[in-house]
Structure formats: C-alpha cells, structure tokens
DNA sequence: CTGTCTGCAAAACGTTTGCATGGCG
DNA sequence: CGCCATGCAAACGTTTTGCAGACAG
C-alpha cells in the first residue's frame, strides 16, 4: 500500500531496479483482480505522469519472462497480468460487466497428466477461463437472459 | 468435401444462405483443427479469388452468434474458430510449432458446479487450454528445453 | 423488389519497435 | 562510466467499419 520497495524481489531475479518498475509491480502487488495495460497506465499516471506505454509493455515482458507476473490472453482484445503468488491462477469473467475474478484453486492437474498420456505432448501450462454472470449482475438479470 | 449445402442448417437458424457463408461453414466443417481467419482466407482463394477478409470476419461473427461455431482467443494475436457439433471444445496447443489440436473430453463439469456455488456466479461457458509440446516437437527438443 | 450481404478501402485497436536520451549499478 | 531502461513517435498486424453495389428471399 505504501511505496513499499521490491527490490529484493527484482534482485533475486536479475532484474534491475527502476522507479518505473517497482511501481508496475507495485500496482498488480497491490490489485486483487488482473490488470490491462491501460488499467495499469491510468492507475499509475498519478504517481508517475510521464510513463510509456510502451515502457509497461516491456516491463510486463520482463516479469513474465522471469516468472513474476503471469499474462492471460482471456477476452478478445486486451491480455491481462497479474503477480504469481506460489502457482499459477485461473479465471472468472462476467459476461455482462466485464468483472475479472482470479481463482487460485486447480481442478485439473491430474486430469493433465492424463492427457499427457492419451495426447502424448508434454504439457508445460494451461489456461481456464469461466464465463458467466456475477452475483450483481445475476440479479439485475434475473428472468430475461433465459432467452 | 463435396460442395455439400449447409442450407438447412442455416435455415434452422434463421441465417441467410449465401455463397460465402457456405463456403465458410463448409470448410470449417471439413477441417478437423481449428482455424485463424487468414487460413480460412486463403483456403478459400481458390474456390472464390474475390472472397474478402471482412466478409469471413462478419460471417464468423454470424455462425458464433447463433451458435454454430466457437471462436477462440487462444494465442496472443489471433483468434480461431471451429464448428461446435454438440458440446463444446477445449484445445492443447504446442508452443514450439504452433499446431492446435482440439480436445472434445471435457473434465471440469462437476469442479463449474462446485464453483458456482462457492463464487454465486452464474457460470455459462468456460474456456480450457494446455500448452506443451507436441510429440514431434518434444523429440526435436529432447534433452535441451529443461534449461 | 427490398433488405441484407458483400467487396473494397480506410480506420481503429492493442501491441511492438527504432532511436536518442536518461538513469541504475 | 557503460549499458540497459525509458519516452516518444511511428510501424505493425489483426479486426472493425462506412459505403456503394450485388444478391437472396
């Protein structure tokens, strides 16, 4: 919440240190939903108003190729990042306002190994996503998207 | 694999029979792997030179509304789309070749109960995807991708 | 014949890249 | 002080849109 620092964080992982990058990283640390780009640029535009697009492209490049930030390409146009904690995340989306729900639980792993078998590829990630309508929007909803 | 007529089809679900739509949903329908629309693009060149790409992206717009085919955002940059027989599809897809395979087994049906009781979403569609290398690949690599 | 579909071209959108400058180690 | 990171602007590839003409029902 505060400015806090991560770079011990980057350090281990042999990244160096920017005041631009302890903040995106500062900012998904601090998110509990995944974040676009552009939620990533406003969010940050307060506290650092000349910052790149193109500077938190190859920023989120750098964390999810070491490992920090996972990118899930879910809807149609934009990816979303959001930090790994220990293991990686799935999804749940709302159809009607846009919400994006991380899961930490995963059903499939055993399910994985199966079809590493049945497939014979050697599976290295997968992703799941669900689609549907949240809690709110259910309710608005209620008795009319039945068709 | 004939220029077999889907005109039925989209009757029934009160699409308008045209030439291209066939063409689309016909070569759709023979390819057993899912496909970007570049492919439908120039599998079709030969069949009809004049085919133009907006026209396969407002058709596939058409067969996904109405639920006749699955549209994927599976990869970072480029959509795939398949015919949906009964039942949804899940894909693995190996990321060293690129090659899409689509799996019809769908392991997640009692974990999507679960989850809508545990989130109180109302959960209509999910998305499930593994990445890995497929068999010929996994040999080229053998011995060398585990850093 | 009428409304929808198509082709073409241009635009929109998210993302990537080249280059000169700036800042971390 | 050297090299990597950044900002800016331009390029990129996919997808969308506006419009005039073509076609299905």
Redesign the pocket.
């Known amino acids: 919440m505060e400015s806090k620092s991560y770079t011990e964080i980057f350090k281990k992982n042999g990244?160096?240190?920017?005041?631009?990058?302890e903040l995106v990283f500062g900012l998904l640390t601090d998110s509990d939903v995944p974040l676009?780009?552009?939620e990533i640029y406003v969010g940050l535009m307060e506290k650092?108003k000349?910052?790149?697009?193109?500077?938190i492209?190859?920023?989120l490049?750098?964390f999810v190729e070491k490992g920090l930030v996972q990118k899930s390409n879910i809807t149609?146009?934009?990816?979303v990042y959001e930090v790994v904690g220990m293991g990686h995340k799935h999804h749940i989306i709302c159809i009607s306002c846009g919400k994006i729900i991380a899961l930490d639980h995963c059903p499939i792993k055993e399910y994985e190994k199966a079809l590493e078998k049945e497939t014979e590829f050697e599976i290295t990630s997968h992703k799941l996503v669900f689609f549907g309508y949240c809690p709110e929007c259910k309710k608005k909803n209620e008795g009319d998207h039945g068709k």
């Open positions: 990244i160096k240190a920017t005041k631009q990058r676009t780009v552009e650092e000349n910052m790149s697009l193109s500077t492209y190859r920023i490049d750098v149609d146009n934009k990816a």
